[in-house]
């Protein structure tokens, strides 16, 4: 991750904490003023719900965290095998590396190794003609 992106999450972490702290406050707030009303007076409940601006907050925290973190994903891979090898093909290990300079884990090589190396096809007429030929011929004595 840039330091961008980890500075846009930390930013995002912190108003998230601070939301979370504050609803935890005013919860306490608001059960220990429920309980000195109902001690002194009427039983009234007194049900306040969350304050729009820790909502806000809470909302506003997570959509810069999500932000946060989609800046520091590193970009996508193609999803076309073709596309992919093509890639590889051109730029080698350099178009595989991320952001600390290491070759990124999903990084095979080569797709098309394994079929540029095989061997030719194999043609069994042609090894059981020689093979016949080499019977006649004494068969290696």
Request: aromatic share 8%; proline share 5%.
């Amino acid at each position: 991750m840039t330091w961008i992106s980890k500075s846009t999450t930390f930013l995002g972490l912190v108003l998230l904490a601070h939301a979370c702290y504050s609803a935890q406050e005013h919860s306490a707030l608001q059960s220990f003023r429920a309980a000195t009303i109902a001690s002194t007076s009427s039983p009234a409940a007194v049900a306040a719900s969350l304050p729009i601006d820790i909502s806000i907050e809470a909302v506003l925290a997570t959509a810069v965290i999500c932000l946060g973190l989609v800046l520091g994903t590193p970009p996508l891979q193609p999803i076309q095998w073709r596309v992919w090898a093509g890639k590889i093909e051109r730029e080698g290990d350099e178009g595989f590396l991320d952001a600390s300079g290491e070759v990124s884990k999903g990084y095979v090589g080569n797709p098309f190794r394994t079929l540029e190396t095989r061997p030719g096809f194999v043609d069994i007429r042609k090894q059981r003609r020689e093979f016949a030929d080499w019977v006649r011929n004494g068969g290696g004595k």
